[in-house]
């Protein structure tokens, strides 16, 4: 048989051109894929892309001490309305509009009114007029809370009338409850984008102390511990899921941990309260212009900063936190360096407490300069006096003379001696702005014969208030010197996840006799000398005046910086603390920063000192409620209300009232019922009015009573045989008698 060729081809054939028409079609296909709806599938890649967006951590929080906080990343948020759509077909989108249109316009009375009612300073009809302009432009981020739907007055007083306000976390929630609002966002449209937000509880209480953050760290502890507080940022990406956009976790987010300061809020209130008052006091009273103050408190035993202000003065003479001059003032301390000399001579047992200097009438020539006491004026001036007195009464030439005899031969010695002290320490505070101390050391170029006496009195010198108070509080705690100590620990949920400890600098700055004899020169100096106005008559108190005239590139000004520095209790250190004023004009240590520094120390004291009386109660003296006798099912079922330990001699599931007295023992209130017969007068003592009544007249007897409150006295007795329709006289007290309790 012959294959036929003729049908087979034509078969073929057919399958080709099917094929060729396939592959046309696909091709067709794809050219108008790629080109007339290159758009559409452009824009569903993009919904379909994966991106990572960045999961911010939550900032850490400032802790005082005590764990109160200082600093706390609080949530704001700002509201908005998505009025149009982002469904792409044009049927679909205008469907879904005029369904939530409807939703919308139906419940328009209620939102604005709502509105109304969470913001006061929101107006109905500007409400209303402001949601239809956004319906109208189908804007997709129609801010809610701007001027134009404030009242008139709160308008006027808005600067910027087109920023969105921010709200609270109550006033959103309270706006998720609205008609409509309520809804899903996909369907009202109402979103809101969350701010965090910087909070300070206390408000500007250690305001360069805690810092300040707003985008981002600036100053302060929010700076030096930004590190510890920002955390680790996350990614997340958000899918589709059921037509809803869901966000997936890819890597979580790191909170970031809590800082506890040493910071104690409350000494910190009483030192910035204190010297506010006193700057603006000198502002008003004192010739010359007051410019600012510091107050330094620390604690001896520890080294830790219980307090630091800095306050500046404003162009509208109030003060203010504005620059960290605790840790960064670098003026010469004058007076209150004098006891560092004479330490540095003590250890080097050069000098005791029976050296002497004769100072003569207060002025004498030092090298072709004159060396002047503060009462050189005068004429006077102190004579022959030995190394207390000289401290006591801050003899600039007693100090100078001294520490020139001892040291002008080998000057670096007497340097090196301070720094053996610690005074020259670098501190390394954690704040911005800290200065460590600046003490030159003798070199041929930059030393002159003049030098070491000038600086012995606190001149030529560079050290800031953070390290002259660290001084004291070494040698308060004996010559014992910390660091001082500003961050205690890192937290997180709570728990310590590391600690700080306190670091000693010197286990001891000197001698131990050296420690004493300066020591008793504090003293004397507050006792009997310029510094009297900073003790107490409470306790006793050290420490040391200083008036330092401030000099600047042009030479001397007219400005001073006056100080007080010490410790207190004299006897059992608890802290030391600084204060420093600067001011024109009159100038005194003693008489403007001494009273600051005594009302501080009373107060710090004081509040040491506040009475705990949770221990004053004992076993025996537990206190208890008074109960009265009557129905003791009631008195026992308030007992149990508040939790109040008693004990239930009866059933306390009779189906009568249960009458009796109660009765006080060691921890506890016993209730047990009347043991009386029928035929008997009840003992009504102890009851009140209303039970009292009840109980007599449920056994036939008419009842009389004299005064108000529980019966302390029936005239018939009880327990005699009952007569239905006697009269019973009662007589009632609002002092009643007790019984003695059971012991």
């Given at each position: 048989?012959e294959?036929?060729?003729?049908?087979?081809?034509g078969?073929?054939?057919?399958?080709?051109?099917?094929?060729?028409?396939?592959?046309?079609?696909?091709?067709?296909?794809?050219?108008?894929?790629?080109?007339?709806?290159?758009?559409?599938?452009?824009?569903?890649?993009?919904?379909?892309?994966?991106?990572?967006?960045?999961?911010?951590?939550?900032?850490?929080n400032?802790?005082?001490?005590?764990?109160?906080?200082?600093?706390?990343?609080?949530?704001?948020y700002?509201?908005?309305?998505d009025?149009?759509?982002?469904?792409?077909?044009?049927?679909r989108?205008?469907?879904?509009?005029?369904n939530?249109?409807?939703?919308?316009?139906?419940?328009?009375?209620?939102?604005?009114?709502?509105?109304?009612?969470?913001?006061?300073?929101?107006?109905?009809?500007?409400?209303?007029?402001?949601?239809?302009?956004?319906?109208?432009?189908?804007?997709h981020s129609?801010?809610?809370?701007?001027?134009?739907?404030?009242?008139?007055?709160?308008?006027?007083?808005?600067?910027?009338?087109?920023?969105?306000?921010?709200?609270?976390y109550?006033?959103?929630?309270d706006?998720?409850?609205?008609?409509?609002?309520?809804?899903?966002?996909?369907?009202?449209?109402?979103?809101?984008?969350?701010?965090?937000?910087?909070?300070?509880?206390?408000?500007?209480?250690?305001?360069?102390?805690?810092?300040?953050?707003?985008s981002?760290?600036?100053?302060?502890?929010?700076?030096?511990?930004?590190?510890?507080?920002?955390?680790?940022?996350?990614s997340?990406?958000?899918?589709?899921?059921?037509?809803?956009?869901v966000?997936?976790?890819?890597?979580?987010?790191?909170?970031?941990?809590?800082?506890?300061?040493?910071?104690?809020?409350?000494?910190?209130?009483?030192?910035?309260?204190?010297?506010?008052?006193?700057?603006?006091?000198?502002?008003?009273?004192?010739?010359?212009?007051?410019?600012?103050?510091?107050?330094v408190?620390?604690?001896?035993a520890?080294?830790?900063?219980?307090?630091?202000?800095?306050?500046?003065?404003n162009?509208?003479?109030?003060?203010?936190?504005?620059?960290?001059?605790?840790?960064?003032?670098m003026?010469?301390?004058?007076?209150?360096?004098?006891?560092?000399?004479?330490?540095?001579?003590?250890?080097?047992?050069?000098?005791?407490?029976k050296?002497s200097?004769?100072?003569?009438?207060?002025?004498?020539?030092?090298?072709?300069?004159?060396?002047?006491?503060?009462?050189?004026?005068?004429?006077?001036g102190y004579?022959?006096?030995?190394?207390?007195?000289?401290?006591?009464?801050?003899?600039?030439?007693?100090v100078?003379?001294?520490?020139?005899?001892?040291?002008?031969?080998?000057?670096?010695?007497?340097?090196?001696?301070?720094?053996?002290?610690?005074?020259?320490?670098?501190?390394?505070?954690?704040?911005?702005?800290?200065?460590?101390?600046?003490?030159r050391?003798?070199?041929?170029?930059?030393?002159?014969?003049t030098?070491?006496?000038?600086?012995?009195?606190?001149?030529?010198?560079?050290?800031?208030?953070?390290?002259?108070?660290?001084?004291?509080?070494?040698?308060?705690?004996?010559?014992?010197?910390?660091?001082?100590?500003?961050?205690?620990?890192?937290?997180?949920?709570?728990?310590?996840?590391?600690?700080?400890?306190?670091?000693?600098?010197?286990?001891?700055?000197?001698?131990?006799?050296?420690?004493?004899?300066?020591?008793?020169?504090?003293?004397?100096?507050?006792?009997?000398?310029?510094?009297?106005?900073?003790g107490?008559?409470?306790?006793?108190?050290?420490?040391?005046?200083?008036?330092?005239?401030?000099?600047?590139?042009?030479?001397?000004?007219?400005?001073?910086l006056?100080?007080?520095?010490?410790?207190?209790?004299?006897?059992?250190?608890?802290?030391?603390?600084?204060?420093?004023?600067?001011?024109?004009?009159?100038?005194?240590?003693?008489?403007?920063?001494?009273?600051v520094?005594?009302?501080?120390?009373?107060?710090?004291?004081?509040?040491?000192?506040?009475?705990?009386?949770?221990?004053?109660?004992?076993?025996?003296?537990?206190?208890?409620?008074?109960?009265?006798?009557?129905?003791?099912?009631?008195?026992?079922?308030?007992?149990?209300?508040?939790?109040?330990?008693?004990?239930?001699?009866f059933?306390?599931?009779?189906?009568?009232a249960?009458?009796?007295?109660?009765?006080?023992?060691?921890?506890?209130?016993?209730?047990?019922?009347a043991?009386?017969?029928?035929?008997?007068?009840?003992?009504?003592?102890?009851?009140?009015?209303?039970?009292?009544?009840?109980?007599?007249?449920?056994?036939g007897?008419?009842?009389?009573?004299?005064?108000?409150?529980?019966?302390?006295?029936?005239?018939?007795?009880?327990?005699?045989?009952?007569?239905?329709?006697?009269?019973?006289?009662?007589?009632?007290?609002?002092?009643?008698?007790?019984k003695?309790?059971?012991?």
């Amino acid at each position: 048989m012959e294959f036929p060729k003729d049908k087979i081809k034509g078969r073929y054939t057919f399958i080709k051109w099917v094929f060729v028409a396939l592959g046309l079609a696909i091709l067709c296909k794809a050219l108008y894929t790629m080109t007339v709806k290159s758009a559409y599938w452009e824009e569903v890649a993009k919904q379909r892309e994966r991106v990572n967006l960045e999961l911010k951590p939550r900032r850490g929080n400032l802790l005082a001490s005590n764990g109160e906080v200082l600093a706390a990343s609080i949530p704001e948020y700002l509201m908005y309305m998505d009025f149009g759509t982002w469904e792409k077909d044009s049927a679909r989108a205008a469907k879904d509009l005029k369904n939530r249109d409807s939703l919308f316009l139906k419940d328009l009375d209620s939102i604005c009114i709502g509105m109304a009612e969470i913001f006061p300073d929101m107006d109905t009809a500007n409400i209303r007029a402001h949601l239809l302009k956004g319906q109208q432009r189908r804007s997709h981020s129609w801010p809610l809370y701007t001027a134009a739907v404030l009242k008139p007055e709160a308008a006027k007083k808005r600067r910027n009338k087109k920023r969105n306000q921010r709200v609270t976390y109550v006033q959103y929630k309270d706006m998720k409850s609205l008609p409509f609002l309520c809804k899903p966002t996909g369907i009202s449209g109402f979103y809101v984008d969350t701010i965090p937000v910087r909070k300070n509880p206390y408000g500007a209480l250690a305001r360069r102390t805690v810092g300040r953050f707003d985008s981002c760290a600036r100053y302060g502890l929010e700076l030096s511990c930004d590190s510890f507080l920002a955390g680790k940022s996350g990614s997340y990406h958000t899918q589709k899921l059921m037509k809803h956009l869901v966000r997936v976790v890819d890597v979580p987010a790191e909170d970031g941990y809590d800082v506890m300061t040493t910071i104690d809020v409350d000494i910190q209130d009483i030192c910035e309260r204190v010297l506010r008052e006193q700057l603006e006091y000198l502002v008003e009273t004192s010739n010359g212009q007051t410019q600012e103050g510091v107050v330094v408190v620390l604690e001896t035993a520890t080294g830790d900063i219980k307090a630091m202000t800095s306050l500046s003065r404003n162009p509208d003479n109030s003060f203010s936190e504005n620059q960290p001059l605790a840790v960064g003032n670098m003026y010469e301390p004058g007076s209150v360096f004098k006891p560092m000399s004479f330490l540095v001579a003590m250890d080097d047992g050069r000098m005791n407490l029976k050296s002497s200097v004769d100072v003569g009438n207060g002025v004498r020539t030092m090298y072709r300069r004159f060396m002047r006491d503060h009462n050189w004026r005068r004429g006077t001036g102190y004579g022959l006096i030995t190394a207390p007195e000289i401290i006591k009464y801050s003899s600039n030439i007693g100090v100078s003379v001294i520490i020139d005899e001892a040291y002008k031969d080998d000057p670096a010695r007497f340097v090196d001696g301070l720094y053996r002290l610690g005074v020259a320490e670098d501190l390394k505070i954690p704040l911005d702005h800290y200065h460590k101390p600046y003490i030159r050391r003798p070199t041929k170029e930059n030393w002159s014969k003049t030098a070491l006496p000038w600086m012995s009195i606190g001149y030529e010198t560079q050290v800031p208030p953070i390290s002259t108070v660290n001084f004291y509080a070494g040698v308060a705690n004996n010559g014992k010197m910390f660091r001082p100590r500003l961050i205690k620990a890192l937290l997180r949920d709570g728990q310590i996840v590391k600690e700080f400890p306190n670091e000693v600098l010197r286990e001891q700055m000197a001698r131990p006799e050296a420690i004493k004899m300066i020591q008793h020169c504090l003293y004397e100096v507050v006792h009997t000398g310029l510094g009297r106005r900073a003790g107490s008559k409470m306790f006793d108190v050290s420490g040391k005046t200083g008036t330092a005239q401030i000099w600047t590139r042009a030479g001397k000004s007219q400005e001073y910086l006056i100080s007080f520095a010490g410790y207190f209790p004299s006897q059992k250190p608890r802290y030391a603390c600084i204060v420093c004023i600067r001011k024109s004009g009159t100038a005194s240590g003693g008489g403007m920063c001494g009273p600051v520094f005594s009302k501080i120390a009373e107060s710090i004291m004081a509040k040491a000192h506040q009475s705990d009386f949770s221990g004053a109660c004992d076993t025996v003296n537990t206190h208890l409620p008074q109960v009265k006798a009557g129905d003791i099912e009631a008195g026992r079922q308030v007992l149990k209300q508040f939790g109040i330990t008693h004990q239930a001699h009866f059933n306390e599931y009779a189906a009568e009232a249960v009458w009796g007295a109660p009765d006080s023992v060691v921890h506890t209130i016993s209730l047990s019922p009347a043991d009386e017969h029928q035929d008997s007068i009840p003992d009504v003592t102890g009851y009140g009015l209303r039970d009292a009544l009840y109980r007599l007249e449920s056994a036939g007897l008419h009842v009389q009573t004299k005064g108000v409150g529980v019966v302390v006295k029936q005239s018939k007795k009880a327990g005699t045989t009952l007569h239905p329709g006697d009269t019973i006289t009662l007589t009632l007290s609002s002092k009643p008698k007790t019984k003695k309790s059971k012991q």
